[in-house]
């Protein structure tokens, strides 16, 4: 069964530098989102990607963040200058079309502790 | 506002028994109903979804069930199993691309 996966597993970085995320969407999934969830509350929308263009974001999703898809298989997010508060799981998650009646299928997560 | 929320945070249940989740719902515009389930260190796993335009729908061994008038999704888990532990999360969509989650409940199951 095709599913999304995401490297690295676990991520650790120092506050203040960048880190790249990355996933890859199921094959023939043409939109693409990002989530976090901080430990312990609830999965949190961030942006949706589809035809090289953010189609929705969150108010958390604010400059400090970005989108890519370098390539035809990867989807990545950015964090230019990581905070503390960025230390979370974040989860890919890819959908055929974008519809409302369209359910995301989600990666297995990149943990991501910010020291 | 936009809002998933579930009644209780934790479940406990005998295997073998029946378990019903509950989540309210505050948005009644919204289109699109899911049920995940989120086991430890992975990511959510869709399990069961609804439309708004429906109150019923049955998978293998789950049902979620609607309730329009006040706003109420549950998922109910027949002959619950040791593998059916993990948190599970009410979901919306009502156009748009974003999901939005609920809180979670985390069912624990005693065998």
């Known amino acids: 069964e095709p599913e999304v996966t995401q490297t690295p597993s676990h991520q650790v970085t120092q506050m203040g530098q960048e880190v790249i995320l990355r996933c890859v969407p199921i094959?023939?999934?043409?939109?693409f989102y990002w989530y976090r969830q901080i430990l312990g509350q609830k999965v949190e929308f961030l942006v949706s990607?589809?035809?090289?263009?953010?189609?929705?974001k969150s108010e958390i999703f604010d400059d400090q963040f970005s989108v890519e898809r370098p390539d035809g298989s990867n989807f990545t997010l950015k964090i230019r200058s990581t905070k503390l508060e960025d230390s979370a799981m974040y989860f890919c998650?890819?959908?055929?079309?974008?519809?409302?009646?369209?359910?995301?299928?989600f990666g297995p997560g990149t943990r991501l502790t910010v020291l | 506002g936009e809002s998933v929320g579930l009644h209780l945070p934790t479940l406990s249940v005998q295997e073998g028994d029946n378990s019903i989740i509950n989540c309210a719902y505050s948005?009644?515009?919204?289109?699109?109903f899911i049920w995940y389930k989120q086991e430890s260190g992975k990511g959510p796993q869709f399990i069961i979804d609804?439309?708004?335009?429906?109150d019923k729908r049955q998978g293998q061994r789950v049902t979620v069930l609607l309730n329009k008038t006040v706003k109420h999704l549950s998922l109910q888990i027949a002959a619950t199993q040791p593998g059916d532990s993990a948190v599970y999360f009410c979901?919306?969509?009502?156009?748009?691309?974003?999901?939005?989650f609920g809180a979670g409940t985390r069912l624990f199951v005693k065998a």
């Open positions: 094959s023939n999934h043409l939109y």
């Open positions: 998650a890819s959908s055929e079309n974008g519809g409302v009646v369209d359910t995301q299928y």
């Open positions: 948005n009644s515009a919204s289109d699109y």
């Open positions: 979901a919306e969509k009502k156009g748009g691309f974003k999901t939005i």
């Open positions: 609804i439309r708004s335009n429906m």
């Open positions: 990607f589809y035809n090289n263009e953010i189609s929705e």
